[in-house]
């Protein structure tokens, strides 16, 4: 996988338990594992390849981390400075660290495509930032 450059981001790397032939274990505990407390969990599935896109957006306070469970997807990162795109693969004991300041997209999911997400927050979506101008002045006042 390639280094992650842009800020606000950076993989979180799991050890996969493998129990012998009975299968492996992914693991997350809060503040163990995942370096906050988990408020909140989604699961994202069910893409149209070429069609589905997810994100076009950054949020204020969220920490997040986003596994892929199975398939792939291209995830695009953005610190208002520096963009990257990634490709990323499923299954994955690699989570992707999606902490605040960060513009995010997905797109050209794999139809098996399945995401987990593990949130530092309940629901709110006055903490989304939806607009990419905004978003750039949000991070120049940040700084
Ligand atoms: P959205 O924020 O676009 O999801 P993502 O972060 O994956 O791009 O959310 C899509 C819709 O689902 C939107 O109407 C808000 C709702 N939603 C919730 O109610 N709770 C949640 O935890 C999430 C992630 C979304």
New binding site residues.
């Given amino acids: 996988m390639d280094e992650i450059k842009v800020r606000n981001s950076g993989y979180l790397k799991l050890s996969p338990y493998r129990d012998e032939r009975d299968g492996i274990l992914l693991i997350m505990e809060s503040m163990k594992h995942v370096p906050f407390e988990i408020k ?1 969990v ?1 699961v ?1 599935s069910d893409f149209e390849t070429g069609v589905s896109v ?2 076009m ?1 950054a949020h204020k306070e969220l920490r997040q981390v986003c596994f892929c469970l199975r398939g792939t997807l291209h995830l695009t990162l953005d610190d208002g400075t520096s963009r990257q795109k990634l490709l990323v693969k499923g299954m994955s004991s690699t989570g992707i660290i999606l902490d605040p300041g960060l513009w995010h997209h997905m797109e050209a999911f794999s139809p098996d495509c399945i995401l987990l997400v593990l949130a530092s927050e309940y ?1 709110k979506e006055s903490d ?1 930032i939806r607009d990419y101008d905004e978003f750039l002045r949000w991070v120049k006042d940040e700084r």
């Fill in positions: 909140r989604y994202i997810r994100g957006h629901f989304y």
